[in-house]
């Protein structure tokens, strides 16, 4: 839990540090009241037991902080109120515990699929022919290739367009079974606008083992969908093609501000879109040297971007990149 580790933090910080001046007396104050505002923010998403731990832990950074204070005014000749120096070494105040929103987005990706026993891996960004299309079963011509186009690096090599390149250099190294997922960065030569930009992040996971079949692939969706979005709301999976998935399939959820009945942000469907997934195509599998009458697995690929969109709504994809700190602002707790 994200809270837990900075309230953690900032009593490790609050024990390990005096304070010398009247601004640390008032840093300290607005601290605490910072992180508990965070806690009182999100406590109907939190259960019984998390909601505990964090009360104790919030006492017990008060206390610290009581502490600290007492021992301030007691050992100087100042009272509280009393405006004095200004100390210059204190950090600023606005961007404690402040994260980049996609950052907030990947630590709950995290967080989800870690809970599931996914586990997380890197690999290139800087990818050849064969990882990022060709053993994807998009081979030289294939028209595929033409939603995709990316930067080429002279001498060979290219940006990859997609993390499912994942898939091909973890199934080349690893044993089966294999169960992990892996978010980064990917490029696209398009023109830079409100909805595309020429990179942004995705999440890849994958699971490949005996008798994985399309209900492993469905319950993994729905947990997703639960933890990010709460248990109330319904997926609804279509067929779809993705040229290294057999069957592919495009993955819906309930939409949440109307509560599935129609709005504008799901043109009045009731649905919104979320994902790509489906079975690995048994071709990929061949290309990889893996016997795909023996295995079998299922594959996601979602658009960090999108669903932060989703979530905080926000409807322009170059905020991300630019460094508005009025946009950033919004996302500090
Ligand atoms: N790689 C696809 C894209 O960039 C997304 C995707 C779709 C990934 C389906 C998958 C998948 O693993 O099964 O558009």
Not at 9 to 35: M, Q, Y
Not at 127 to 144: G, K, R, S, V
Request: net charge negative.
């Amino acid at each position: 839990m994200l809270i837990i580790d900075d309230i953690d933090r900032a009593i490790v910080d609050v024990e390990a540090n005096e304070i010398v001046s009247n601004d640390g007396v008032v840093h300290l104050r607005k601290l605490l009241n910072s992180l508990v505002s965070r806690f009182s923010q999100s406590l109907d998403s939190l259960d019984g037991d998390e909601k505990r731990e964090i009360g104790i832990r919030i006492n017990k950074l008060k206390k610290c902080v009581e502490l600290k204070i007492n021992k301030f005014y007691a050992q100087s000749s100042r009272t509280e109120g009393e405006i004095v120096d200004s100390d210059l070494t204190l950090p600023c105040l606005d961007h404690i515990s402040c994260r980049h929103p996609l950052k907030i987005q990947c630590n709950k990706m995290v967080d989800c699929f870690t809970s599931l026993g996914f586990i997380q891996v890197e690999t290139n960004e800087i990818e050849d022919d064969w990882h990022n299309f060709t053993a994807l079963n998009i081979p030289e011509y294939h028209p595929a290739r033409d939603e995709q186009d990316t930067f080429f690096i002279d001498g060979g090599g290219l940006l990859r367009t997609h993390t499912s390149n994942v898939q091909i250099r973890i199934l080349e190294q690893c044993k089966i079974p294999i169960r992990c997922f892996s978010i980064g960065r990917v490029f696209r030569n398009e023109t830079i606008s409100a909805r595309s930009h020429c990179f942004f992040y995705q999440l890849e996971c994958f699971c490949v083992d005996r008798n994985v079949n399309i209900s492993d692939l469905k319950s993994t969706l729905l947990y997703v969908i639960h933890y990010l979005f709460g248990r109330n709301i319904k997926m609804r999976i279509r067929p779809s093609y993705f040229p290294f998935t057999m069957p592919g399939i495009e993955v819906d959820m309930s939409c949440i501000p109307c509560g599935g009945v129609g709005c504008q942000l799901c043109k009045y469907s009731g649905w919104v879109e979320i994902c790509g997934g489906g079975m690995i195509d048994p071709n990929v599998l061949n290309n990889v040297g893996i016997d795909n009458k023996l295995y079998s697995g299922f594959a996601i690929g979602m658009g960090i971007e999108r669903l932060s969109f989703l979530i905080n709504k926000v409807s322009d994809i170059r905020l991300y990149d630019i460094n508005v700190t009025e946009f950033l602002r919004q996302f500090c707790m």
